[in-house]
């Protein structure tokens, strides 16, 4: 089987939501490369903490005993009960899919009410089930697919769409190139030239996180742009052109034009840069501010996982 969804940015392509129809009621999901649980806003929540989400009903069979509890590196997170329900996403299905219904989430999510939660897409070794984890819902349908992978073609302000099963070569241009993938921590996560450290493939965080010393090199060629301790990043007058930022991973490289690097006003006429700096994180973090120039193959088709990178 293969299928394909859309993916529609928030405001500012601040996450890229799509809609996952679970036991035949439509939610409108954040796809995250960076976790392995799949959770929705459930009735179980007090009213006031689910009001302006869709709410899943435990539709499906509860599995007694279970329960999940997830963090995230912005500090928000959720926890909640398991059940066993029918999921689809453009029309691929998972008929026994376990789905973590929440008892409790962070503020944050609360007040993103575009946001009915998460469906996680990154290895299942990092699923936050217990006493047993369960597989995403990848790995729950991958065996069904043509081709044993997905493919992120993210926009800027505009729809994009994850691709189940096959590569659209109408989506890129150039050639995929394809880089091995570390999976001990969990993550799609990969090694990127003069980027030092590790880096991971995370369509969950909205921006591009890199090393202090790649970020200074790159305001450096932004007569306005300071690093503003109160926004807690690199900052510049909204109206200055940038720079186009270009890496090179693996036999391949990926520019992200300077547009895309104005991420969103703060105050006035001053807008906050879309790359920052990675310093404590653990991981550079290439998150939407990248993904958006490229179309990236998850990709499991081989005896060991890769990830794919072409100019989008
Ligand atoms: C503080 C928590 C640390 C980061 C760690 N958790 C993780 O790594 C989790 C799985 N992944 C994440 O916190 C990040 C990756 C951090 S790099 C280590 N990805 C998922 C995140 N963007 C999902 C999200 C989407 C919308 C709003 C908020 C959050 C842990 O549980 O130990």
Known sequence: ?????????????????????????????????????????????????????????????????????ISYGDGSGAKGDVYVDKVVVGGVTATSQAV????????????????????????????????????????????SLSQKLFAARLRYHTAGTYDYGYIDSSKYSGSIHYVPVNTANGFWEFTASGVSGSSIADTGTTLLYIPDSNVDAYYANVDSASYDSSQGGYTFDCDESLPDWTVTIGSGSITVPGEYINFAPVSGNTCFGGIQSSDGIGFNIFGDIFLKATYTVFDQTQSSPRLGFAQG
């Open 100 to 143: 973590e219904a929440a008892t409790s989430v962070s503020s944050s999510f609360t007040s993103d009410t575009d946001n009915d939660g998460l469906i996680g897409a990154a290895f299942s070794s990092i699923n936050t089930v217990s006493p047993q984890q369960q597989l995403t819902f990848f790995d729950n349908v991958k065996n």
């Open 1 to 69: 089987s293969t299928g394909s969804v859309s993916a529609s940015p928030e405001s500012y392509d601040e996450s890229y939501l799509i809609p996952v129809s679970i036991g035949g009621t439509t939610f409108h999901l954040d796809l995250d490369t960076g976790s392995s649980d799949l959770w929705v806003f459930s009735t179980q929540q007090p009213a006031s903490q689910r009001s302006g989400h869709t709410a899943y009903k435990q539709t499906g069979t509860k599995k007694s005993g279970y329960t999940w509890n």
